[in-house]
């Protein structure tokens, strides 16, 4: 019986099918809330239609299927949240810590900060020009205690300054979307990439605003290939085989420092995850993730 002490989620954004390293961030957090008897989800972060690809979303959830990574309940689509976004971004606006932001991309590039410096700072009435709608930071510093990175400490004042919650093309931001769905569907623990490292502090600094509970986070390494190049998620072109998982699931589990024995190269693949399970440790997990695509081929 599956208990509620732990929900973990996996929240890809559809711009394209599921790649090696998606897939192994997926498998840690699945790993992760299930050696924990906790409740798996999945939610597509669907929010920039632009740099959305058709199909991806449906083929992201039949990547997942195919790789046995099965989630607890309905997938949710940020797309369909649109009013829970704005009623966030009223309240911020009606507590005075946000505000409409008129500056226009040249008065933002002419500046050559490493933070917006307030400009727009207590600018409550709706403008009748263009505007985003930003939310006030503290110049003091936020800490967190990552599973993964040890303590961290960022200062969101000396670093990117107020947060865009919602763009000028009125589009929700990430940093909002995901703090609030977060919440909704009580998550307690969350898994995922180093790159959201310095996206956490944000996360943070909203959770108080609107009095939400923060969740654990554990951030995986940085991916490495053979030679030891940092991997993003663009260098990641091939599309996952969907007729065998188990090589590439094998060459997860072993990046993130399981040591799956050899035999199990040759087992089905829920006997792979089933070992995954039994043997989670996120503490073998290593400062640097090595990947490569070559492993995708059984051996
Ligand atoms: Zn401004």
């Known amino acids: 019986m599956r208990t509620t002490h732990y929900t973990g989620r996996f ?4 711009t394209g099918p599921l790649h090696l390293g998606s897939l192994l961030t997926a498998l840690a957090s699945f790993l992760d809330a299930r050696a924990r008897q906790g409740i798996w989800l999945v939610r597509m972060e669907d929010l920039d239609p632009p740099r959305e690809m058709a199909g991806a979303a449906s083929d992201i959830l ?25 009623d966030a971004v009223k309240t911020l606006l009606q507590q005075s810590q946000a505000f ?6 040249k008065d933002l590039q002419a500046l050559d900060a490493r933070a917006y410096p307030g400009t727009c700072r207590g600018q409550l009435t709706i403008p009748a020009q263009e505007h985003a709608i930003r939310v006030q ?10 599973a993964l990175q040890g303590d961290c400490t960022f200062n969101l004042h000396n670093d990117g300054g107020d947060l865009v919650i919602k763009r000028k093309d009125g589009l929700y931001a990430y940093h909002l979307a995901v703090v609030i769905d977060d919440a909704a569907q009580n998550i307690t623990h969350i898994v995922r990439g180093s790159d959201l490292l310095d996206s956490t502090p944000r996360h943070i600094h909203l959770q108080r605003l609107l009095n939400l509970p923060t969740p654990h986070y554990a951030h995986l390494p940085v991916i490495v290939n053979a030679q030891g190049q940092k991997l993003s998620k663009q260098t990641f072109a091939t599309a996952l085989p969907q007729t065998d998982p188990v090589p590439a ?46 492993s995708l081929a059984r051996r």
């Open 11 to 14: 929240a890809p954004s559809p």
């Open 249 to 294: 699931l094998f060459a997860c589990l072993q990046a993130l420092g399981q040591q799956p024995p050899a035999e199990l190269r040759q087992a089905s693949r829920d006997e792979l995850l089933g070992w995954g399970i039994g043997h989670w440790s996120l503490a073998q997990v290593p400062h640097c993730l090595s990947l490569s695509e070559t």
């Open 100 to 105: 409409y932001c008129t500056c226009s991309r």
């Open 137 to 146: 930071v503290d110049n003091s510093d936020i800490h967190f205690n990552d």
């Open 62 to 86: 039949r990547t997942l299927e195919c790789y046995g990574l099965h989630w607890d309940s309905e997938v949710v689509y940020q797309s369909q949240r649109h009013a829970l976004y704005e």
